[in-house]
Nanobody
Framework: QVHLVESGGGVVQAGDSLSLSCVAS????????WTWFRRAPGKEREPIAT????????NYAESVRGRFSITRDNDKNAAYLQMNKLKLEDTAVYYC?????WGQGTQVTVSS
């Protein structure tokens, strides 16, 4: 059975940093892209960062470009999201996804 488990969410202040992790089990995702998504209150889930299987190519939503960084570790079957200079509008549930599989999400709350 395949599982993706996110961790690292929490409550932080605006301007702080937070690092999210997503670890997969049940199969390897080394040959697929990883994507981090988020769903803010009252909004649709949106993709915010994607990384290629090799890790050499990344893509970011305009709202997070320059502040967030996605990485991966194929040996650990994991993906990460480093979030810097967090803003109030970054408050959301963050999900990782790969090849049609999703995690349960981790809550990130940014307070003023």
């Amino acid at each position: 059975q395949v599982h993706l488990v996110e961790s690292g969410g929490g409550v932080v202040q605006a301007g702080d940093s937070l690092s999210l992790s997503c670890v997969a089990s049940g199969r390897s995702f080394s040959s697929t892209s990883w994507t981090w998504f988020r769903r803010a209150p009252g909004k649709e889930r949106e993709p915010i960062a994607t990384i290629s299987p090799s890790g050499r190519a990344t893509n970011y939503a305009e709202s997070v470009r320059g502040r967030f960084s996605i990485t991966r570790d194929n040996d650990k079957n994991a993906a990460y999201l480093q979030m810097n200079k967090l803003k109030l509008e970054d408050t959301a549930v963050y999900y990782c996804g790969a090849d049609g599989f999703w995690g349960q999400g981790t809550q990130v709350t940014v307070s003023s």
